[in-house]
């Protein structure tokens, strides 16, 4: 569904990423790891078309990221690191901004299940300026799904949440897999690491260090000594 070949991008001296190659197939749910700044929104903004790799090519369900940014853009869904609402309007009013700006054709009632979905039936004529930071996230993904996406690229989507709206969200990827979506998630938690996702990559000095299922990761990183595997794994 997502493959990606030999992709390089720099921001002056900074290059964040060097060849990266990586396919992820049909309904997996992969999880994008790496320290502050190894270029996981880098890698991200690219499949979402946003960013412009300098080298190399990004497929998605097919199309090309850089030739076909529309046809991309209705096949994906996006989830940006840092939460992007009207904070002035309520939940129904930046639902159906969203709904206008993705030209689709949702009705009211399809838009209210969404918001059911992530558990926000009940803010649905609340400002959002009043939601909670787990509230808004979770707008901010049912926004990102209105056109009915194959993929959804998520970044960050359960950082500085409380725990509820955290399993919420871990429980509605687990239902869009479900569905057959593929979801690229990125995360810091050690409970997703684990628990969340079908396979694992480890973005680190511009490249994948390692791309595998949890078992293999652990596997590979547990010492004799029974270190922490994931410790090991992202140093
Ligand atoms: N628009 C930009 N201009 C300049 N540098 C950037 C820009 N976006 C990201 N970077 C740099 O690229 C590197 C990777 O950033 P990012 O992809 O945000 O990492 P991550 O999401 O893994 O924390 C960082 O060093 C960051 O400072
Ligand atoms: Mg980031």
Not at 38 to 47: D, E, F, H, P, W
Not at 85 to 102: A, D, P
Not at 121 to 147: C, P, T, Y
Request: hydrophobic fraction near 35%.
């Amino acid at each position: 569904m997502i493959e990606i070949q030999n992709v390089s991008k720099s921001y002056g001296k900074k290059q964040p990423l060097n060849r990266v190659s990586l396919t992820i197939p049909e309904g997996e749910v992969f999880g994008l790891l790496g320290p502050n700044g190894a270029g996981k929104s880098t890698l991200l903004s690219i499949l979402a078309t946003i960013s412009v790799q300098d080298q190399g090519t990004a497929q998605i369900g097919g199309l090309d990221s850089k030739k076909q940014k529309k046809q991309v853009r209705r096949k994906i869904g996006y989830v940006p690191q840092d939460v992007a609402l009207w904070e002035q309007n309520t939940v129904k009013e930046n639902m159906t901004i969203f709904g206008r700006l993705s030209k689709s054709k949702a009705t009211k009632d399809e838009l209210k299940k969404l918001c059911s979905d992530v558990k926000l039936e009940d803010q649905w004529n609340e400002k959002v300026s009043s939601l909670s930071g787990g509230m808004k996230r979770k707008l901010n993904i049912a926004a990102a799904l209105i056109h009915d996406p194959d993929i959804l690229l998520m970044d960050e989507p359960t950082v500085g949440i409380d725990l509820q709206s955290k399993l919420e969200i871990n429980q509605l990827v687990k239902r869009l897999a479900q569905d057959g979506k593929t979801i690229v998630y990125t995360t810091h938690d050690l409970n997703e690491i684990v628990t969340l996702f079908d396979r694992i990559g480890v973005l680190k000095n511009g490249a994948f260090s390692f791309v595998g299922t949890a078992s293999e990761a652990e596997e590979r990183y547990s010492s004799d000594k029974g270190s922490d595997w994931v410790y090991a794994m992202l140093q």
